[in-house]
């Protein structure tokens, strides 16, 4: 009696299983690599010396590397990362707010000179002192809303 033996792997469907989750680990492997050396480029307490002895660890012996860094810095990799983060995110709110502010000579050139539009259209000044008045504001030089144009 020859009974024929099968094994899980001859079953088209869990070949396919192993297939994929090798795939994955082998991906997971990467992006753990590729973070560490990241963070040890990213670690300002590392000095030079350090940073290549880690390098070369992780690149010459790429398993037991990244698990030696795992257990000895792995701690604070995800502080690391996380200051990083809060550093861009304070970058990027003083870049918008800067920019938001402005110098406020545009935006108040721009509102000068709509009120003077209107001073001219309800007849309160002529038509050469607003060319002057125009000119002023467009010089730098703001007249106040409601003071005397400059003659």
């Not at 991906?27 to 670690?43: A, E, H, K, P, S």
């Not at 070369?56 to 590397?65: E, M």
């Not at 030696?68 to 995110?89: L, S, T, W």
């Amino acid at each position: 009696m020859t009974a024929q033996t099968y094994l899980a792997y001859d079953f088209p469907l869990l070949s396919a299983f192993w297939t994929v989750f090798w795939v994955f680990l082998w991906i997971m492997w990467f992006v753990l690599l590729f973070r560490i050396v990241v963070d040890i480029f990213r670690d300002d307490s590392m000095g030079g010396w350090a940073k290549a002895g880690w390098l070369v660890f992780v690149c010459v012996l790429p398993f037991l590397g990244v698990f030696i860094y795992v257990i000895a810095r792995g701690k604070n990799m995800g502080r690391r990362e996380a200051a990083q983060a809060r550093a861009q995110q304070e970058a990027f709110e003083s870049y918008v707010r800067e920019t938001a502010k402005g110098d406020g000579t545009r935006s108040g050139s721009v509102d000068e000179l709509a009120r003077l539009s209107e001073i001219r259209a309800r007849g309160d000044i002529t038509d050469e002192e607003f060319r002057r008045a125009k000119e002023l504001v467009l010089a730098g030089g703001h007249p106040s809303p409601g003071g005397p144009v400059p003659r």
